[in-house]
């Protein structure tokens, strides 16, 4: 299942290269992994059209990372379906040129493609965590370019490339969009607290979902990219699910308001389970998260409030 290490240098010092380095994860993951000694590149869409081989090669040639996180993607899900010709030139042609940009340039670097827990088939709440061996089944868009997306790594790997295929599952913090349940939550609840008379709008409240501090996401990255541990397939994930609702709980709690729900039918999927077994990750590289999820549903929901206090917000 995994290969052995071979590379050299020292992985307190790499260059690392981050494709996707303005968005969500990489805005924090760069700075992270600055502080821990390497010296980091990146280019998002507004440099680098990951799409475009010719410039993704250029890229990696001029860069001559050691190691490379490839994030960049389109990652909301109802984006992916309303575009999937798009998403299908991101997601899957993007890393298909990150491949051969690696491939041809630096073969002995690692690469990271970051998959999604949605590759997994959804789940009952109360099922088991999804472990590595489970079969994919992706549904929609989004989830089906990002298994090819990772297929397309593991064809690479099997030809002899130092590839990590990563499926992590939510994560959240200060930062993110309010495309994603925590965010949108977050912001519905801090201007309701600061008067806002308007009910919240929800989708199915019973689904669930495992969570995740975004920098814990990125400490798992940083663990990851160490040329020691093995390659191979790993979740990112906290293996505790937690009921969507429970979320719209805390956050309200915290904020001390009772707000008032409307079902969102724009919103509304049935209920369903995507909870990620991360014994492996923990086994193999000692990492584990270190955020509550009380601490991280208030750093998103301080992150808001400051957010409405803004002109034009």
Request: proline share 8%.
């Amino acid at each position: 299942m995994f290969a052995p290490p071979r590379r050299l240098w020292n992985a307190a010092q790499m260059k690392i290269l981050v494709t996707g380095s303005l968005g969500f994860v990489g805005n924090r993951l760069i700075p992270h992994l600055e502080s821990a000694g390497h010296a980091v590149t990146g280019f998002d869409r507004d440099t680098v059209d990951v799409s475009d081989p010719e410039a993704v090669s250029a890229f990696v040639r001029a860069s001559a990372p050691e190691a490379v996180i490839h994030l960049a993607a389109i990652a909301f899900v109802p984006s992916a379906a309303r575009d999937p010709n798009l998403a299908h030139r991101v997601n899957v042609e993007g890393t298909r040129n990150i491949i051969e940009a690696v491939r041809a340039h630096v073969p002995e670097a690692r690469l990271l493609l970051i998959g999604s827990g949605d590759q997994y088939p959804p789940q009952a709440p109360g099922d088991p965590p999804l472990s590595e061996e489970r079969a994919l089944a992706p549904l929609g868009v989004y989830a089906e370019t990002k298994a090819v997306a990772e297929e397309l790594g593991h064809a690479a790997a099997r030809a002899g490339m130092d590839v990590v295929r990563i499926r992590a599952f939510n994560h959240t913090g200060p930062g993110q969009s309010p495309n994603f349940v925590a965010p949108d939550f977050a912001r519905q609840i801090a201007r309701i607290e600061a008067g806002d008379r308007a009910p919240m709008r929800v989708g199915n409240l019973d689904s669930v979902r495992d969570f995740l501090h975004v920098d814990d996401v990125i400490e798992a990255y940083r663990h990851l990219i160490d040329p020691e541990v093995p390659n191979g397939v790993y979740n990112v994930s906290s293996g505790v699910g937690i009921r969507i609702g429970e979320i719209l709980a805390a956050l309200a709690s915290r904020a001390g308001v009772e707000p008032e729900i409307l079902r969102d039918e724009a919103r509304w999927r049935p209920a369903d389970a995507r909870v990620g077994n991360c014994h492996r990750l923990q086994e193999v590289t000692g990492w584990k998260p270190l955020r509550t999820l009380d601490q991280t549903l208030e750093a998103v929901l301080d992150d808001w409030r400051a957010r409405i206090r803004e002109p034009g917000a």
